[in-house]
Structures are given as structure tokens and as C-alpha cells.
């Protein structure tokens, strides 16, 4: 979880929440807001982020403001969650996924908009998602993930990586340290160098003026073709 003194973000199966505490005031909220994200999840974008504040109530122009703050990071806003919903930090899930009718795999996962994969995925394990994917671990040399969204891996990623599968370019791939063994976005692939590249920080690859490049301080020598 990612949290500032009355925000706080966490993955969960049912995707991105963000808990408000009700009894802060909203312009507050909105700043602690705008700093967790423009620290914590630049390179989630196109992902749908759903709210929570208890049973505190906002106007139509707080709704507004806040889906304007999400907009401008890149951020789909995708409604309020009820107390029978939610997942409250520190107490038991009242909302279980398999009572509410939802596929859950052997590896823990639930089909939505934005899956969460709350593990490292190891060799031999494979991850094919229509929407973005997060892996809350590392992505092991020899598994994969095939996602028509974003893929977001916050570790290590050593193994395959294919966002934008269905063809859209504008699809990203993130990681704190990329090092896939193969990465492709829409009909674009590439590899890592061969060069020890670790410590580089968080790094996003996506496609720019028909090249995929990766974006990160001190990248150098990625390349990339088309299929």
C-alpha cells in the first residue's frame, strides 16, 4: 500500500482503491492526492482507480475535481465503493470474489478491468489478461504476461512481456528494473541488453515515432523491430 497521512492507495484483487479518511477536508485530501501520485504511480496509466471515504459524502463538484486530478495523472476514475464492497486496510474483506460469481484462479487472480497478481510469477507460469495487468512481485526468466492493456510489474521483469497484444500502440510496459527476455508491444518487439543494467530505477517501455524505447535515467542500448 501507498499512503500519505489521510490517502492511502492499495492493489486488491478487485482492482486500484483509493481510501479517503472521511474526516479530513476535501481540498486536503486533493493535495495528499496529487503528491502520492506524481510519486508513486507515474507508470500506471489507463488504469481505473475506484474510491472509497465511508460513509462520508462529496458535492458534484468534488466528484468533479476529483476525477479532473485522476484524469491529469492518467487515471480512469471508476466510481465509489460501498462499506459492502470494500476492502478495509487492517480488517477482514467483507467483499469475497468468489461468492460474488468472479473466475479465481490457481495463482490467485480475479478477471477485471485492471487484474492484480499479488505474487512473484515464476518459471513456467503464463498470464494472458483482455485489459491491463499488475504483478505485485517479480515476473521470473521463462514466465509470461500477454495483456491488450498495460502491463505494470512493480520488481524485477526477466521474463515475457506483450501489452497492446491486440494492437493498440499505445500500450506500456513498466517495471522498477526491465529486463524482459523478450518485450513487445503491439507488433513491436525488443530485448534488453546484454550488459548487468541493475539499480537503473523504475523504467517505462512504450512506442514512439514507430520505435519501441524504454524511458528511464541512463537507458541506453534497447533495440527494437517490427514483427
Known amino acids: 500500500m501507498t499512503r500519505t497521512e489521510h490517502v492511502a492507495l492499495k492493489g486488491t484483487r478487485e482492482g486500484l482503491v483509493l481510501?479517503?479518511?472521511?474526516?479530513?477536508?476535501?481540498g486536503l485530501l486533493m493535495t495528499e492526492l496529487d503528491k502520492l501520485l506524481l510519486d508513486s504511480v507515474q507508470f500506471l496509466q489507463g488504469a481505473t482507480v475506484r474510491c472509497y471515504a465511508g460513509s462520508k459524502e462529496y458535492t458534484e463538484d468534488e466528484h468533479a475535481q476529483l476525477a479532473d486530478l485522476l484524469k491529469q495523472h492518467q487515471l480512469e476514475p471508476g466510481g465509489w465503493l460501498t462499506t459492502e464492497e470494500v476492502y478495509v486496510p487492517g480488517k477482514v474483506q467483507s467483499y469475497a470474489a468468489e461468492e460474488k460469481g468472479m473466475p479465481l484462479g490457481d495463482e490467485g487472480m480475479v478477471a477485471g478491468h485492471c487484474l492484480f497478481v499479488e505474487r512473484t510469477l515464476?518459471?513456467?507460469k503464463s498470464v494472458q489478461f483482455e485489459g491491463h495487468v499488475v504483478v505485485l512481485g517479480d515476473v521470473n526468466p521463462g514466465a509470461e504476461i500477454i495483456a491488450t492493456g498495460n502491463i505494470v510489474v512493480l520488481g524485477s521483469l526477466r521474463g515475457v512481456a506483450h501489452a497492446g497484444a491486440t494492437g493498440e500502440r499505445k500500450a506500456s510496459v513498466s517495471a522498477y528494473h526491465l529486463a524482459p527476455t523478450q518485450?513487445?508491444?503491439?507488433?513491436?518487439v525488443t530485448r534488453a541488453p546484454d550488459e548487468e543494467t541493475d539499480g537503473r530505477g523504475p523504467?517505462?517501455?512504450?512506442i514512439k515515432d514507430e520505435r519501441?524505447?524504454?524511458e528511464a535515467a541512463g537507458m541506453t542500448g534497447w533495440r527494437s523491430k517490427g514483427r
Do not use: M, N
Open 212 to 214: 519501441l524505447i524504454v
Open 19 to 26: 481510501y479517503f479518511d472521511p474526516a479530513a477536508e476535501f
Open 122 to 124: 515464476r518459471s513456467g
Open 183 to 188: 518485450l513487445r508491444i503491439a507488433d513491436l
Open 203 to 206: 523504467e517505462i517501455a512504450r
